[in-house]
Protein backbone atom coordinates (compact mmCIF):
# COMPACT_ATOMS: atom_id res chain seq x y z
CA UNK A 1 0.00 0.00 0.00
CA UNK A 2 1.42 3.38 -0.93
CA UNK A 3 -0.47 5.09 1.74
CA UNK A 4 1.46 2.67 4.66
CA UNK A 5 3.18 3.87 7.93
CA UNK A 6 4.31 2.05 10.82
CA UNK A 7 5.04 2.55 14.34
CA UNK A 8 6.33 1.31 17.20
CA UNK A 9 5.52 1.46 21.02
CA UNK A 10 3.94 0.98 24.48
CA UNK A 11 0.20 1.07 24.49
CA UNK A 12 -0.86 3.09 26.95
CA UNK A 13 -4.48 3.18 26.52
CA UNK A 14 -7.57 0.26 25.19
CA UNK A 15 -10.93 2.52 24.59
CA UNK A 16 -14.48 0.73 24.13
CA UNK A 17 -15.76 0.03 20.84
CA UNK A 18 -18.26 3.04 19.88
CA UNK A 19 -21.00 2.38 17.24
CA UNK A 20 -21.04 5.73 15.58
CA UNK A 21 -23.61 4.85 13.11
CA UNK A 22 -26.06 2.20 12.53
CA UNK A 23 -23.51 0.73 10.20
CA UNK A 24 -20.26 2.33 11.44
CA UNK A 25 -18.12 1.02 14.59
CA UNK A 26 -14.49 2.14 15.77
CA UNK A 27 -12.40 1.38 18.61
CA UNK A 28 -9.39 3.71 19.81
CA UNK A 29 -5.88 3.52 21.38
CA UNK A 30 -3.22 5.03 22.40
CA UNK A 31 0.57 4.74 22.11
CA UNK A 32 3.54 5.95 23.07
CA UNK A 33 6.37 6.44 20.80
CA UNK A 34 10.15 7.12 22.01
CA UNK A 35 11.00 10.39 20.12
CA UNK A 36 14.30 11.69 22.17
CA UNK A 37 13.52 13.66 25.44
CA UNK A 38 10.00 14.20 24.29
CA UNK A 39 8.27 10.71 24.04
CA UNK A 40 4.67 11.27 21.61
CA UNK A 41 1.51 9.98 22.84
CA UNK A 42 -0.09 8.91 19.36
CA UNK A 43 -3.93 7.72 19.07
CA UNK A 44 -4.75 5.43 16.18
CA UNK A 45 -8.39 3.42 15.31
CA UNK A 46 -9.82 0.54 13.98
CA UNK A 47 -13.19 -0.06 12.33
CA UNK A 48 -15.85 -2.25 11.92
CA UNK A 49 -14.70 -5.64 12.26
CA UNK A 50 -11.42 -5.09 13.30
CA UNK A 51 -12.67 -3.58 16.73
CA UNK A 52 -12.58 -7.27 18.20
CA UNK A 53 -8.27 -6.94 17.23
CA UNK A 54 -7.75 -5.08 20.40
CA UNK A 55 -9.49 -7.07 22.52
CA UNK A 56 -6.14 -9.33 23.44
CA UNK A 57 -4.25 -5.78 23.64
CA UNK A 58 -3.07 -5.04 26.83
CA UNK A 59 -1.89 -1.65 28.52
CA UNK A 60 1.98 -1.53 29.10
CA UNK A 61 2.55 -4.24 26.14
CA UNK A 62 5.04 -3.16 23.08
CA UNK A 63 3.00 -3.41 19.72
CA UNK A 64 4.07 -2.18 16.08
CA UNK A 65 0.79 -0.88 14.26
CA UNK A 66 0.74 -1.20 10.91
CA UNK A 67 -1.46 2.10 9.41
CA UNK A 68 -2.95 4.38 6.56
CA UNK A 69 -3.38 8.05 7.43
CA UNK A 70 -6.63 9.22 6.09
CA UNK A 71 -7.75 12.74 6.14
CA UNK A 72 -11.59 14.38 5.25
CA UNK A 73 -12.99 18.31 4.99
CA UNK A 74 -16.00 19.05 7.14
CA UNK A 75 -18.43 21.99 7.06
CA UNK A 76 -19.04 22.78 10.55
CA UNK A 77 -21.72 24.67 11.92
CA UNK A 78 -20.43 28.40 10.79
CA UNK A 79 -20.13 26.96 6.92
CA UNK A 80 -16.25 26.39 7.66
CA UNK A 81 -14.50 24.14 6.44
CA UNK A 82 -12.30 22.05 8.78
CA UNK A 83 -10.15 19.05 8.61
CA UNK A 84 -9.31 15.86 10.43
CA UNK A 85 -7.30 13.18 10.45
CA UNK A 86 -7.33 9.68 11.43
CA UNK A 87 -4.31 6.89 11.95
CA UNK A 88 -6.21 4.22 10.61
CA UNK A 89 -4.85 0.58 12.38
CA UNK A 90 -5.31 -2.20 9.39
CA UNK A 91 -3.21 -4.08 11.68
CA UNK A 92 -1.38 -4.31 15.63
CA UNK A 93 1.20 -6.82 16.68
CA UNK A 94 2.33 -7.50 20.36
CA UNK A 95 6.22 -7.03 20.11
CA UNK A 96 8.24 -9.81 22.19
CA UNK A 97 10.83 -9.27 23.34
CA UNK A 98 11.02 -5.88 22.85
CA UNK A 99 14.25 -3.74 23.91
CA UNK A 100 14.46 0.23 24.03
CA UNK A 101 17.56 1.48 22.14
CA UNK A 102 19.98 3.42 24.07
CA UNK A 103 21.93 5.60 22.03
CA UNK A 104 25.46 4.70 21.84
CA UNK A 105 28.31 7.15 23.13
CA UNK A 106 30.88 7.15 19.79
CA UNK A 107 33.19 9.54 21.50
CA UNK A 108 34.40 7.78 24.11
CA UNK A 109 37.62 5.98 22.59
CA UNK A 110 39.18 6.44 18.97
CA UNK A 111 42.92 5.59 19.29
CA UNK A 112 42.10 2.47 17.47
CA UNK A 113 41.52 4.26 14.40
CA UNK A 114 43.81 2.55 11.52
CA UNK A 115 44.90 5.91 10.21
Known amino acids: ??????????VIAVFDTQQVKDTFKKREFVIEI?????P???KFQVTQDKCSTLDSVKVDSTVKVLFNLRGKPFKNRD??????NNMEAWRV?????????KPTDHTDNFDDVPF
Do not use: C, L, P
Not at 34 to 38: L, S, T, V
Not at 93 to 101: L, Q, S, Y
Open 93 to 101: ETVTGAATA
Open 34 to 38: EDGQY
Open 40 to 42: QQI
Open 1 to 10: MANSYEATGK
Open 79 to 84: GQTVWF
